[in-house]
């Protein structure tokens, strides 16, 4: 019978980036396929709530988790092929993402570029479709593989079937609590194109005739650094709210009341708000209930300025989103999963 490397009473305050003090029942580290089979086949674990920790960088613990913790460590990224478009490049799901992006500006590849420092791991990237300046997951994307907690299978999943959005994918939806992620593999651009469009890194290139990945890595970098508190320093989970997309007619009617909002038009006709300015207007900046708080340089991270719980992050979370429904008729919705 495969070892399932289990302890029990595990405190996962270093696992996850808000430096919450939960604890798991059972915490099991995950280093390839066969620890899950094991894991499915044993009786006692296949019966308890299950929860896949990859980063840690996406998630809220209210409470201790009344379950098993399976921590993703699987380490390993490779090139597995090219063709006349693209260079594939497959990455363990326990990698970090930064540390995925960098190894590629290594290799001479971009396209990954954009997602600079982001936190987190390669597994939990497709889960939530991150994305920043300009780029998401999927136009990066070209299949992954997981582990199949009813079939005990692995399978395979392209584009198509992630049914990526906004933040969103299949991992959200019909396969949550299901499937657990083992690989992905990115299709990374030979005929690679600069994507400075957004105003920061634009900005931040402007003394560069034709930048290159590196470059605009360097810049993304840089404003992240700026903008964003480091986990290691001060406890949060990066922007805190997905920026709400809403209806032009809604839209509108806060732009005549409010001449400076933020809002981007999306290819339906519908808004995507900036969260981050509905928040700083409503005056939560700086602001703080507990030793939960609103970061002094970005409205949109909520942080821990020490020994704050998971409940108190929560609530202030919630003051937050009645203050802006109050005064713009929006609802923010949590881009963390409350655990």
Known sequence: MFPIPLQRDFSLRTLNTFGIDARAQVYVA??????????????????????????????????DHPGLVLHMRS????????????????????????????WTLAQGLGGLENLSLIPGSVGAAPIQNIGAYGIEIKDRFHSLSAFDFVSGESIQLDGAAC???????????????RAVV??????????????????DVAQALAGIAEPGP?????????IRQRKLPD???IGNAGSFFKNPIVEAALRDGLAAQHATLVSYRQPDGSYKLAAGWLIDQ???KGRSLG???????????LVNRGGASGAEIAALAEAIRQDVHGRFGVWLEPEPVFV
């Open 282 to 284: 409503c005056g939560w």
């Open 291 to 301: 030793a939960a708080g609103v970061y002094e340089k970005q409205a949109l991270v």
């Open 231 to 233: 986990p290691a320093q």
């Open 30 to 63: 995950v280093d390839g396929v066969d620890t899950l089979r094991a894991v499915r086949a044993n009786p006692e674990l296949a019966g308890l709530p299950r929860l896949v920790l990859g980063g840690g960088s996406n998630l809220l613990f209210v409470r």
């Open 214 to 222: 590196a470059d605009i890595a360097a810049a993304v970098i840089a």
């Open 75 to 102: 380490r390993g990224i490779e090139v597995v092929g090219q063709d006349d478009d693209f260079t594939y490049v497959r990455a363990a799901a326990g990698e970090s993402w930064h540390g995925l992006v960098q």
């Open 182 to 199: 083992l690989d992905v593999t990115f299709a990374l651009p030979r005929r690679w194109q600069a994507n400075a469009a957004y105003a």
């Open 163 to 177: 049914r990526f959005g906004y933040r969103d994918s299949v991992f959200k939806h019909a396969l949550r609590d």
